[in-house]
């Protein structure tokens, strides 16, 4: 693993990508699931200080969002025509 130090900018512009992913999802549990997924994600890893693990954690971190990016792909390839009960409930509220 190559040892080089990583950006909080880096870190950061991550956690969006991440996030952006996930709203590509059509499929509510689906989505909520990989958006909850990052946030916990990172905040495991908030308290690293240590370069290495931080490096390696971002670069784990960076195959997720790769795996995320063609599920993504995949899951809009059979999107169902409805919309599920929660995203129903949620619109009505807002």
Do not use: C, H, W
Not at 43 to 49: D, E, F, V
Not at 64 to 87: C, N
């Amino acid at each position: 693993m190559a040892s080089t130090s990583v950006s909080k900018g880096q870190i950061l512009s991550l956690y969006r990508s991440l996030l952006r992913t996930a709203r590509q999802f059509s499929d509510y549990n689906i989505r909520e699931y990989t958006k909850r997924r990052t946030v916990d994600g990172f905040r495991q890893n908030r308290g690293l200080t240590e370069p290495s693990l931080i490096s390696a954690a971002f670069s784990e971190g960076k195959s997720q969002l790769q795996v995320a990016e063609r599920q993504a792909v995949v899951y809009s390839l059979y999107a169902p025509d409805i919309r599920s009960v929660m995203e129903t409930n949620l619109k009505g509220k807002r």
